[in-house]
């Protein structure tokens, strides 16, 4: 079982947006909290598929949308959902700047939500929690870095191990987990919106190409441009010396055999 905690994987500039969304989810679990998690909160900020499929007003069934990616059903639902988002959102944010990854993040959320509300859109069960926005996240961070190293705990009977495992390895069960869990989860009341998390995970990869800047590769093994501010290796000088280092091997190589040919 990988139990990630961080990446090897730095960011070129702060990761304002992210650190946001953390927070604000944080002081939203707070107040969820001093009302001693009164269910009065997830009726009228979660996400309601049969409110929604029936709403006469656009405006009206987007705002349970937004609102329901802040709230969250428990201790275990928010840390697991904001320590995804603490190791694979700021690299994400930084491909494509902090006003498109705001856009980013709420569609992939809406269409997690949308989804999930689609599956059996006369339900009156509230969804909450940030699950569908991060899972677009953990899609995009997945094309964008798929070999970056990622750091994770393997529990193993009583022994716990620290372990650097490829992110498209971590990720990949994370995904392949949601598909397996849906059996269980259709027909039931309430429980976890599995839906939620596959169409945000599928629109994040589907979304990246198109909001990520013009400069940053996708499939890349890791922040080149983070990496070489961090430590001082330039990656491009190193690429320009080998081409170089190509040439002259290939000049010296045809040099001898010129002078072959002329004995």
């Keep these: 079982m990988f139990f990630p905690i961080s990446d090897d994987n730095p960011s070129n500039s702060t990761p304002l947006i ?12 707070f107040l969820q909290i001093l009302s001693e998690m009164n269910p009065a909160i997830y009726y009228n900020f979660g996400f309601i598929a049969l409110n929604f499929f029936n709403s006469e007003s656009l405006i ?40 498109k990854f705001i856009i980013f993040y709420l569609l992939c959320g809406a269409s997690g939500a949308i989804l999930q509300g689609a599956v059996d859109p006369t339900s009156d069960i509230p969804m909450v929690g940030a699950s569908g926005a991060i899972a677009g996240v ?3 961070y997945l094309l964008l870095f798929p070999r970056a190293n990622v750091r994770c705990l393997i529990f193993i ?5 620290m372990v650097r495992v490829p992110a498209f390895l971590v990720l990949g069960i994370w995904i392949l987990g949601q598909f397996f ?4 989860s259709l027909g039931s009341s309430g429980g976890t919106a599995y839906f939620a998390h596959i169409g945000g995970f599928l629109v994040g990869m589907i979304l990246i190409p198109f909001f990520k800047k013009t400069n940053v590769r996708l499939l890349q093994d890791k922040n080149s441009l983070a990496w070489e501010t961090e430590s ?5 000088q190193k690429k320009s010396k080998s ?3 190509d040439f002259l091997d290939k000049f010296i190589k045809e040099s001898e055999d010129e002078v072959r040919r002329r004995k």
């Design 232 to 236: 001082g290796f330039n990656f491009r």
């Design 181 to 184: 869990s849906l059996p269980g």
């Design 157 to 161: 009977i009583i022994f716990i191990q």
């Design 243 to 245: 081409k170089n280092n």
């Design 60 to 99: 009206g069934s987007l705002i349970p949308i937004i609102t329901s990616m802040f709230v969250h059903g428990g201790f275990a639902h928010i840390i697991g959902n904001l320590l995804y988002l603490w190791i694979f959102g700021d690299n994400v944010e930084d491909s494509m700047g902090r006003i």
């Design 138 to 140: 953990l899609g995009a």
């Design 18 to 29: 992210t650190y946001i969304l953390i927070g604000l989810c944080v002081f939203v679990f």
